[in-house]
């Protein structure tokens, strides 16, 4: 018989297969080299010349992106500490809709020096605390960095939009911002209701067809549905619309019966019946004086046989959420069965056409008078990839949009602001005595990560730039950041940001650095990790990529 050691300590009690790491070395600096390394991977793609990254992901699906919401998605992060780092990222993208990368990046950053300060023998809970106090002393300063007078803003003057859009659309799509923003800016103040508290996202849809450029991206207010009428008929102006969600056709009765046929006239008469009965269906929508039929199923051959007749448009819209949109633009209210509609189930279009924009057919549906609930962004563009990168920065402007209808304040952007706050925190620092003040002191070396990265984004020498910012604000010019396309030489890259108009929201700099700093305290309070033998059998479905979030 082999003779079997018996377990011991912290074996016995748990399972064999489990994984325990503890102490300093194997948990918490393994766990930050884990965030630093995630950070290492976003924070190439920071700010206007940010790189591209290629994810391909467990389904083939690939992604070429600077936009670091999509890129953590798709990476299937499996550490649990830089899990953390990205449930913060995906706070950041709820919340604010930009800015999760400056949320990944700050918190590697911090997390990289908090690292420095263990090795120097600090302990974890010192730099917690110190960390705790910076981030309240950031706040603070933010605060008094807001830009005077921006707090209020009309959210429909289309400049004052474009002006507070610009800095997030030009980290996606640099050098396209100007006709992008003012293309979102629009869209945006079209479908803003009279409380713009109340703006929704969902109402700017965002329609992507190849071919073309970027100037030829229009706008349209109302929607684009891709596919064609399935009649004859392509374009009505100014029609009544039904929508009918189970489709145009003939229903089967609810209970089972036999019918017996004895002669052919029976035969005959049996099937003139259904024509008769299917007439008469179609007949009732065109009384009440629809000329538009939207179907959310099937249309049937005859059905569609006494619609042409009757010269009725039929459009057919197989997505549900497709269909609850029309509704939405067109204020119809959907009907169960074919029947007759109501005169206030009825919905208004101005027009509704066909068109064919480079290759493909769509359809048009415009409603400029009925209250103007959905706009559409037309993209054009050469490939599939692009196409699905200007819409992630569509997808930026216009949650920037609803963020600024919350709260309109800025604060200077292209990397003024995080000097301004590491240059303060400094002097906090200072006064503040105990153990804490080296933790502050790192936290606002954080700050320098900022301008380092859009430094060397950009190609050019960030020592030299940072410094020179530094020299610029201690002499007063709290303003001045790093204007990338303005040359190579120190001075005229560092310049007053107000002259250049390059503003950032201040919620979306106060949410990612507050979620940056609360998941680098949560991995910096982590001592052990307990990992249980992962269960076997078949591996968890998941939502297959590409599907709609609702």
């Not at 008469?280 to 065109?286: D, G, P, R, S």
């Not at 910012?469 to 030489?489: F, M, P």
Request: hydrophobic fraction near 40%.
């Amino acid at each position: 018989m082999g003779f079997s050691m018996q377990p011991y300590g912290i074996q016995s009690m748990l399972k064999e297969g489990h994984k325990h790491l503890s102490g300093l070395d194997e948990a918490v600096l393994k766990n930050i080299d884990a965030c630093k390394q995630l950070s290492t991977i976003t924070r190439t793609s920071l700010g206007p010349d940010g790189m591209n990254k290629m994810v391909i992901n467990h389904l083939d699906k690939l992604f070429v992106t600077n936009d670091a919401a999509t890129i953590v998605n798709e990476l299937e992060v499996q550490h649990p500490a830089a899990k953390i780092l990205v449930l913060a990222a995906k706070a950041q993208q709820e919340e604010i809709g930009d800015g999760a990368n400056l949320t990944i990046s700050f918190a590697g950053e911090v997390l990289q020096n908090a690292e420095e300060l263990i090795r120097t023998g600090l302990h974890p809970s010192e730099i917690i605390s110190g960390y705790t106090k910076a981030i309240n002393k950031t706040i603070e300063i933010l605060e008094e960095l807001v830009e005077k007078g921006s707090e209020n803003m009309d959210v429909r003057n289309k400049e004052q939009v474009v002006t507070r859009m610009k800095a997030a659309v030009a980290s996606k799509q640099h050098g396209q911002e100007d006709i992008l923003c003012s293309l979102i800016a629009d869209a945006c103040i079209q479908v803003c209701p009279k409380n713009p508290a109340n703006f929704d996202v969902d109402n700017v849809r965002v329609s992507k067809l190849v071919g073309g450029g970027l100037h030829n991206c229009t706008i349209v207010r109302g929607m684009v549905l891709k596919g064609d009428a399935l009649g004859s008929i392509k374009r009505m102006e100014k029609a009544k619309v039904a929508v009918f969600a189970s489709g145009v056709d003939t229903s089967a009765t609810e209970t089972k019966g036999t019918v017996l046929i004895h002669t052919a006239e029976q035969l005959e008469k049996y099937a003139k019946t259904e024509e008769a009965k299917v007439e008469e269906l179609i007949k009732a929508v065109v009384d009440s004086g629809a000329k538009v039929i939207v179907s959310g199923g099937a249309v049937g051959e005859m059905a569609l046989h006494f619609c042409e007749r009757y010269k009725l448009m039929v459009l057919k819209i197989s997505s549900k959420f497709e269909l609850r949109r029309f509704c939405r633009t067109t204020g119809t209210s959907a009907l169960l069965k074919l029947s007759q509609p109501k005169p206030d189930d009825l919905g208004f279009i101005d027009s509704v056409s066909v068109e064919e924009i480079g290759g493909s057919r769509v359809t048009v549906v415009r409603s400029e008078e009925g209250g103007n609930k959905v706009a559409t962004v037309v993209l054009r563009g050469s490939t599939d990839s692009i196409l699905d990168d200007l819409e992630r920065a569509v997808d930026d402007g216009v949650n920037t949009y609803k963020a600024m209808c919350r709260d309109s304040r800025t604060v200077p952007g292209a990397a003024a602001t995080e000097i301004e706050l590491a240059r303060r925190l400094k002097e906090f620092s200072f006064k503040e005595t105990g153990l804490d003040q080296y933790a502050i002191a790192k936290f606002a070396e954080s700050f320098e990560m900022v301008p380092r990265t859009l430094a060397e984004n950009a190609g050019l020498n960030p020592m030299d730039i940072i410094s020179k910012l530094y020299e610029e604000h201690a002499s007063g010019n709290t303003k001045v950041g790093i204007d990338l396309g303005g040359g190579d030489s120190e001075d005229s890259v560092c310049k007053d940001v107000s002259t250049l108009n390059i503003w950032d929201l201040y919620v979306t700099k106060f949410f990612a650095l507050k979620y940056a700093a609360d998941a680098a305290c949560t991995v910096l309070r982590v001592d052990q990790i307990i990992m249980a033998k992962p269960a076997g059998g078949p591996g968890r479905r998941e939502q297959p990529a590409g599907m709609d979030e609702d």
